[in-house]
Structures are given as structure tokens and as C-alpha cells.
């Protein structure tokens, strides 16, 4: 149950106009705030609740001008549908070891992360990510960060995944995996263990972000049903 939080004090602004990295021909603009304070827990929630991501101290959500197409996305994980194409996602992961480990980067998340972008994202917005920024978005947080992380056999690193935890669910804030790894399906892995790890601790939800209409680097998580998305309405 979220904690009710006092926003009276809160100071949100508005980005300027920027190119929309997910739809062609679209500007973006987003809305944010700084998690900070006594209760930066308990904000971070309600935020989260209200269709907030988080990036370092920062919580944001998009606010353009026209456009809606961005809609917070959340899989309620005990009436997630196990289908037998999924089952075998993980079953061919059940090699792996896991480990919650604190929100600390290190120099063999920082390499894997390199591997993944050059290989998967050259052009996008982290393409030029640095060991230093990387550390910056690991550790520089005020809310409850740790990283998953997934070793095979011979103890290398092949999959990892930065996540923050609310008071209903664990929020997905950024995964990445071996990219030349393709047996495995490890993107849909992570988040197929994340649902399996809440619902077996009865924890209700998982937090995939945003799923943008049009987009199809987002349409993946569309197909993560039942899937619950965020309206004027509520959930």
C-alpha cells in the first residue's frame, strides 16, 4: 500500500522540446521533479504509482505537447499467463546463477553494458556512455536500487538488470545481457525471472516503464498479458 506522502513542497519543470527517440517526427517533453527529503522512499513511490520513472535522483514522466502515446506499463504478476513458449525461455536459462547485489557498479557490468550498446543501441541516446556515467546511473540513487545479476556456468556475467523496489512491485529501470547470446532470449528472460521471482514472493507487480504506441523498440512489452496500463482512469 503506498504511503501517503506530502507533495505540497514539491517543485516540478518542464524540459525544453528535444527529437522523440521512439517516434519519428516527434518532439519530446518531459515533466520531472527531484527525489530528495526525509521521505524519498515514500515519493519515489506515489511517483512511481502516478506513472514516474526514475533516472538517478530525478523522477520524470513525458509531457508533449499532442501526444500520448507513451503509457506507463505494469504486469500484475500472479495473473501473468504462462504460456509454454515462455516456460522454455526459462527453462533454457536454468543454468544461470542470480544474484541481488547493492546498487555498486562495477568495471564487469560496465563492459557487458558496453557489449550491448555498440551491439544493440550504437546510435541511441547511451551510445557514448562512459565507465563514469555508468556509475552515475547504478549508484546515485536515494530509493531502494540494487542490481540482478546472471551468471553462467563459468561464472561470466551475461545478463544484468538495474531495478528500484516500490511497496507493490519492483520497477525494471534498465536491463542488458550478452548480445551475441541469442539462444538464450535473455531480454525476454529478464523480465519473464522478475515476474516469476515477485509472484513467488507474493509481490504484486512488475514495472516495465513505458509502452509507446507506434514504437517498435517498445512493442515488446505488449506482449508481456495480461499487462495493466495507466489512464486518466487509474490502472
Keep these: 500500500m503506498t504511503r501517503p506522502?506530502?507533495?505540497k513542497q514539491l517543485r516540478f519543470y518542464l524540459t525544453a522540446p528535444a527529437p522523440c527517440p521512439y517516434l519519428p517526427g516527434k518532439r519530446e517533453r518531459?515533466?520531472?521533479?527531484?527525489?530528495?527529503?526525509?521521505?524519498?522512499?515514500g515519493l519515489h513511490d506515489a511517483l512511481t504509482h502516478a506513472g514516474f520513472r526514475r533516472?538517478?535522483?530525478?523522477?520524470?514522466?513525458?509531457?508533449?505537447?499532442?501526444?500520448?502515446?507513451?503509457?506507463s506499463a505494469r504486469v500484475p504478476t500472479k495473473a501473468f499467463t504462462w504460456t509454454r513458449s515462455r516456460k522454455k525461455i526459462l527453462a533454457r536459462n536454468d543454468?544461470?546463477?542470480?544474484?541481488?547485489?547493492?546498487?555498486r557498479a562495477t568495471e564487469e557490468q560496465?563492459?557487458?553494458?558496453?557489449?550491448?550498446?555498440?551491439?544493440?543501441?550504437?546510435?541511441?541516446?547511451?551510445?557514448?556512455?562512459?565507465?563514469?556515467?555508468?556509475?552515475?546511473?547504478?549508484?546515485e540513487s536515494a530509493v531502494a536500487t540494487g542490481v540482478i545479476e546472471y551468471r553462467d556456468v563459468g561464472g561470466s556475467l551475461i545478463a544484468a538488470a538495474l531495478v528500484d523496489m516500490?511497496?507493490?512491485?519492483?520497477?525494471?529501470?534498465y536491463s542488458y545481457f550478452d548480445p551475441t547470446d541469442a539462444s538464450r532470449s535473455l531480454g525476454t528472460f529478464l523480465i519473464l525471472d522478475a515476474i516469476r521471482q515477485c509472484a513467488n514472493a507474493d509481490v504484486a507487480y512488475?514495472?516495465?516503464g513505458y509502452w509507446v504506441r507506434g514504437s517498435q523498440k517498445m512493442d515488446y512489452k505488449i506482449r508481456f498479458q495480461p499487462l495493466e496500463l495507466l489512464s486518466t482512469a487509474g490502472w
Design 5 to 7: 506522502v506530502n507533495t
Design 30 to 41: 518531459k515533466v520531472f521533479t527531484a527525489l530528495e527529503g526525509d521521505d524519498s522512499y
Design 55 to 71: 533516472s538517478q535522483n530525478i523522477a520524470y514522466r513525458p509531457a508533449c505537447e499532442g501526444c500520448d502515446a507513451c503509457v
Design 95 to 103: 543454468d544461470l546463477t542470480r544474484t541481488f547485489r547493492k546498487a
Design 110 to 139: 560496465y563492459w557487458l553494458l558496453r557489449r550491448y550498446l555498440d551491439h544493440r543501441h550504437a546510435g541511441g541516446g547511451m551510445a557514448e556512455m562512459t565507465a563514469f556515467d555508468y556509475a552515475a546511473m547504478v549508484e
Design 166 to 173: 516500490v511497496s507493490d512491485g519492483l520497477s525494471m529501470v
Design 206 to 208: 512488475v514495472y516495465l
